[in-house]
């Protein structure tokens, strides 16, 4: 059921708000342990959530979000439940505030389902690079990733069959490649629509906190419940209602040399199928730059961010922790060799190196004039186009033993179509276009800073195409 | 971008400094997958970025200011509360000297 019918449903009680929380408890009791979606997950806490929005429908008070189960992707701060990011350093933190979509959330009626699997601190492109909880299974395939790293997001959105929505987090493609891998909706906004406080940081300049919801319009209604601008974090903007606009005849741009980078011809012609079936018009652009550098200059600046957010976990005022013994550099060091994964080490030290005296200015601040340039270009073509269409992965969800394989780098160069429009912050959203073997392809919507209800919106025209 | 060499001292410095213990394991791992990230990065040298200035955020951002006065934050109690390395309402640390 959409999520608005849902909450009109809840607030006239045709529907109990508890006996849904107990239907959605059971199913997640039964399936988690098989799929791993959540990686803190208490029935009590869900259920005594439910009691009191009860009250609150009986004290005659509504919510835009009245009754309906969210999860919360596990780098989102919810007061009082163990918050990792899917890393052991942050074992058995229980932050003391709640992040600001939290606080929107709550105030809005929502009940907070538990914490979703990611990739440890969002470094990841298949959820498989966490040292808590377990790697989130696929619904549509157990032996394929969920895709990273909002992996347990998607992957519980595709699986359960009651109302629910996603927060979810994006830093270089980390929504839209798991929406894309199970075949659900997803909006990124454009960097800064929606409070990073409470977020822990991957990179500050990336970051972006959205939603997935099983079609664009149950998305949508998260998001507009989340944008805003907030006092407590100086980079949020200012924003209109995300009200769908009436769209007059849009012009969409394909990337040439993004289609042309694409080897799976048949993910390119599901893509092109779903564009042509909403007869739109179409037209060839060129992006060769975003499409050459873009994953460059992204994993450097992710990077070089990360390694100094990263900085702060030291095992001494929350999370993991050890015997205080030693000078403070071996404890430090003690606790942080033992709490980060490879993947976070590798990232932390490129990051450390790419900032360090003589080399800042040939790598991070080269790769910060890079993103300028990105940005330019984009700007450039948007004068001929209203959005971009495309294919959001080059693959569909593969097996986990195909990742094993990858190195490093083949796996960043899976972010080759998702990573450009992140890089420069712009709104995009994605959908289902279709199946490749009984697996999603999904297709990416992309627009101009601060067009976020006009992507939303075109997205789901393209939704609604047969 | 200079050339760097890429190498295992390069390496235990550079995690020395940010604070990480490299086992011999590790540092036989992530040499050659280092090598490659940075050997993509160069490609970032091909780019003339004459006359552009950096991007340190994607958007176009005012500063935000705000008066000086001290406002509500949490208590030291909740300050203290996700760790047992504490003392007299301080967080207790490893010694320094």
Redesign the interface.
């Known amino acids: 059921m959409p999520v608005s019918d849902f909450v009109d449903s809840i607030q006239s009680g045709k529907i109990s708000v508890v006996k849904n929380a107990e239907k959605i408890v059971k199913e997640i009791s039964s399936k988690n342990s098989e799929f791993h979606h959540f990686n803190n997950f208490d029935s009590d806490y869900v259920l005594a959530q439910a009691e009191q929005i009860e009250k609150r429908i009986k004290a005659g008070k509504g919510g835009r979000l009245l009754g309906v189960p969210v999860s919360v992707k596990d780098c989102v701060c919810v007061k009082g439940v163990e918050s990792r990011a899917g890393s052991k350093i942050l074992s ?3 932050p ?2 709640d992040a600001t979509v939290i606080e929107k959330i709550k105030n809005e009626g929502a009940i907070i389902l538990g914490k979703t699997s990611q990739d440890e601190f969002g470094f990841g492109t298949f959820s498989v690079n966490h040292t808590a909880g377990k790697i989130p299974l696929n619904p549509l395939d157990k032996t394929r990733s969920c895709g990273g790293s909002s992996g347990g997001s998607a992957g519980f959105t595709a699986l359960t069959e009651n109302t629910h929505v996603a927060i979810a987090e994006s830093t270089g493609g980390s929504i839209a490649c798991p929406a894309s891998f199970c075949g659900v909706a997803s909006i990124t906004p ?3 629509l929606v409070s990073r406080f409470g977020l822990m940081d991957y990179a500050n ?2 970051d972006k906190i959205g939603s997935m919801g099983k079609s664009i319009d149950d998305a949508l209604l998260l998001l507009d419940v989340m944008r805003g601008k907030d ?1 407590k974090d ?2 949020s ?1 200012d924003s209109k209602s995300l009200e769908k606009p009436v769209l007059k005849k849009p012009v969409v741009g394909l990337p040439k040399e993004l289609f042309d980078a694409i080897q799976d011809d048949e993910i390119k012609e599901i893509v092109l199928k779903k564009i042509s079936s909403a007869g739109f018009t179409a037209k060839e652009i060129s992006l060769p ?1 975003n499409t ?2 873009g ?3 992204y ?2 600046i992710a990077m070089a961010e990360a ?1 100094t957010n990263l ?1 702060k976990y ?1 095992g ?4 993991l ?1 050890g015997k ?11 606790v ?2 033992t709490g ?1 994964g ?1 993947e976070a ?2 990232r ?3 990051g ?2 790419a900032r ?1 005296s ?2 800042r200015d ?2 991070y ?9 990105l ?1 330019n270009e984009f700007k450039s073509v948007f004068k001929q186009v209203d959005f971009f269409a495309f294919p959001a992965m080059p693959v569909v969800a593969p097996k986990f033993s195909e990742i094993e394989k990858l ?3 083949e796996n ?1 160069s899976m972010d080759l179509c998702t990573v450009p429009a992140n ?4 709104p995009h959203a994605t959908i289902n276009a279709g199946f490749k073997e009984k697996l999603p392809v999904g297709l990416m919507v992309m627009g101009n ?1 601060l067009h976020d209800a006009k992507v939303v919106s075109f997205a789901s025209k393209l939704e609604d195409s047969r | ?2 050339k ?1 060499v890429v190498d295992k001292d ?2 235990v410095k ?9 086992t011999d394991g ?1 540092i036989k ?2 040499l050659p ?2 090598k ?3 050997e ?2 160069s ?5 003339d ?1 004459n006359s ?8 176009k ?1 005012e500063n ?1 200011f ?1 008066e000086d006065v001290v406002e509500k934050c ?1 208590s030291n109690e ?2 203290l ?5 504490k003392k007299d309402g301080y ?6 000297i």
């Not at chain 2, 550079?14 to 490299?22: H, I, M």
């Not at chain 2, 509360?81 to 390395?85: G, L």
């Open positions: 058995g933190y229980k003391v505030f454009t960097y800064g300049s990336l006092s100086s980079t903007l730059l050459k550098y994953v460059a200059a994993y450097l390694s900085a030291c001494m005022r929350y999370g922790n205080l013994e030693g000078n403070f550099n071996d404890y430090f060091s003690g942080r060799s980060f490879d080490k590798r932390v030290i490129i450390t190196f360090m003589g080399f040939a790598y601040l080269r790769a910060m004039k890079v993103r300028t340039k940005i190195t490093p780098m960043y890089l420069a912050g712009m800073h | 971008m200079p760097v390069l390496l550079v995690a020395g400094n940010a604070r990480l213990n490299l590790e791992k992530f997958q280092l490659d990230v940075f993509s990065f490609a970032l040298d091909e780019v970025i552009l200035e950096p991007s340190f955020q994607p958007i951002l935000v705000r949490i909740d300050a509360a996700n760790t047992p390395h967080f207790k640390g490893p010694k320094v």
